[in-house]
């Protein structure tokens, strides 16, 4: 039998996807996030790191606050477990092929979010730099609110597993948000 490498099946597929990865409605975008290395911190001896609700850059890695002490860490995927341990001490376990990355933006980004979690994403509830673990349509989703440029951004990270359930969820929310605009 020939060596054949195991390839995840692609969260986007072309039958539901003809543009390739992602979904682009008027007023929403919704696509797989740029490529970043993910750890898990426990437990981690250094201070000032973003308290529960909130995410925030230290040392070029940006640290997502999950509960009281945890954190999600991105940055360049070589060597960061080592960078996150280096620089935060505690425990770092290396998650990267665990999760997805997507991006959604555009003015209609908070309705959309709306339709798939309770949380409120509205600029006041959930502005720049908050970030939130929760249930979308039964599926976990880390996401937090990036700095808008022209319309609301956020970053979200979903379980590999569920991630091409979650994608699907995503695209049926963003033709009810745009169908209702």
Known sequence: MADRPILPRPVFPPDL????AGLTLPGVRFAEGPARGLVHLARPSATGLPGPGRWAEHHGL???ALAPGQWLVEGPEAGLEADAAAHFGGLATEVTDGYVPFRLSGPLAPAVLARLSS???GDDAFPVGAAARTPMMQIGVVIRRLADEDAPAFALETPRSTARDFAHDMRAAMISARSRE
Do not use: A, K, R, V
């Not at 996807?17 to 390739?20: A, D, H, K, L, R």
């Open 62 to 64: 940006i640290l997502i």
């Open 119 to 121: 949380l409120d994403y």
């Open 17 to 20: 996807y003809p543009e390739g």
